[in-house]
Nanobody, 127 residues
């Protein structure tokens, strides 16, 4: 059974930092591709960052490039999202997601491309 569990959210002042974690359990093929998304109230879920677990390229949304960094710990089966220089507009529920394989129709940037999702962790940035 595939399970993704996020943690690390909280309340932080503008300019502050947080590190989100996503622990993945289940067969290793279930985390072939990992991604981070966020969803603010009344808004669509939007892409933040993603990579192939065994790859070397990380894709970022333009809105977070240079502020957010995605990384992983193979031994812990955990991916991280480091959030720096946080702004009030970063307030949202943050989700990690995974997919078991790549296909010609797959898009890193589209939520529906991912098969598994965590429960989300709330990030609130005060001004």
């Amino acid at each position: 059974q595939v399970q993704l569990v996020e943690s690390g959210g909280g309340l932080v002042q503008a300019g502050g930092s947080l590190r989100l974690s996503c622990e993945a359990s289940g067969p290793s093929f279930s985390r072939y591709i990992m991604g981070w998304f966020r969803q603010a109230p009344g808004m669509e879920r939007t892409f933040l960052a993603a990579f192939m677990w065994s790859g070397s390229i990380t894709r970022y949304a333009d809105s977070v490039k240079g502020r957010f960094t995605m990384s992983k710990d193979d031994a812990q089966n955990t991916v991280y999202l480091q959030l720096n220089d946080l702004k009030p507009e970063d307030t949202a529920v943050y989700y990690c997601a995974s997919r078991t394989s790549y296909s010609s129709t797959f898009s890193y940037y589209v939520p529906n491309s991912y098969e598994y999702w965590g429960q989300g962790t709330q990030v609130t940035v005060s001004s």
